[in-house]
Every structure is written in structure tokens, then in C-alpha cells.
């Protein structure tokens, strides 16, 4: 094979790599809005009086351990709303039913269980606020 050809194909190759990890940089721990069709209600004992937290994690999940730490703290500054974890390792029908490809991967549940977010990856807590905020 001519080795200019091999360098385009590197190159490319190179170029598409670089794309791919910038979109995957933006999307992960940022939040998208979803339509309150589906509900995860049956999942939890108890759900918060404004949101629920809903937080699917693995055992050998890194980023899951500081999303709890983040999680946990927004749950216990405000008296309604609560954090949940799932480990996806007891329960992979659940990755299946909510489509989950990632984790640390958390649902923000309405008063009533209905899906109104979904962030995928570790979030900032900036973004969890907003999430919250949008469901007054």
C-alpha cells in the first residue's frame, strides 16, 4: 500500500477519534430532559416529597462513589427530595427497562416517579440544581 495512503487513512482515523471524544466529553454529566411517560415509582419504598434522586451504579464503578458523595449531599440540604443507588449488578433488567449504558447513570424522578431527567456520568451538582429547580 502506497505510505501516503496509509498516512491519510491515519489521519482520518486520528480525526474521527479526536470527534468521537469530544462528543462523548460534552454528553457525559451533562442532563437531558425527558417526557414523564415512563415511571420508576415501583422502584423506590419511599419517593421525595418534590424529587427523587434515582442513581444506578455498579461495585467497580469509580465515578459512582463521588456522584453518591454529590447525590447524597443534595438530598440531605433540601427535606424533599431524596437520593436512591441501584447497583446494576444485582438488577440488569434495569439497565434494559431504562436503557442505561453507563455508569454512574441517574434518573430525576418527579413527585409521582415519573422520569423527568436523565444524566449520564458523573454531574456537577450545578447540573443536578437545575434539574431540580425545573420541577417547581
Known amino acids: 500500500m502506497d505510505p501516503l495512503a496509509i498516512a491519510a487513512v491515519l489521519a482520518g482515523l486520528v480525526a474521527l477519534a479526536t470527534v468521537l471524544g469530544l462528543v462523548w466529553k460534552v454528553q457525559n454529566g451533562s442532563a437531558r430532559t425527558q417526557s414523564c411517560t415512563e415511571s420508576a415509582a415501583d422502584l423506590v419504598?419511599?419517593?421525595?416529597?418534590r424529587a427523587t434522586l434515582l442513581q444506578f451504579s455498579t461495585e467497580v464503578c469509580a465515578p459512582c462513589a463521588a456522584m453518591r458523595r454529590v447525590l447524597g449531599t443534595i438530598a440531605s440540604d433540601r427535606a424533599d427530595v431524596t437520593h436512591i443507588e441501584l447497583d446494576l449488578s444485582a438488577r440488569p433488567d434495569l439497565a434494559t427497562r431504562f436503557g442505561i449504558l453507563q455508569t454512574p447513570t441517574t434518573?430525576?424522578?418527579?413527585?409521582?416517579?415519573?422520569?423527568?431527567?436523565?444524566?449520564?456520568?458523573?454531574a456537577r451538582p450545578d447540573v443536578v440544581l437545575a434539574q431540580l429547580a425545573q420541577l417547581t
Open 45 to 49: 419504598e419511599t419517593l421525595g416529597a
Open 107 to 122: 434518573l430525576v424522578l418527579d413527585a409521582n416517579g415519573g422520569i423527568r431527567s436523565r444524566i449520564g456520568g458523573a
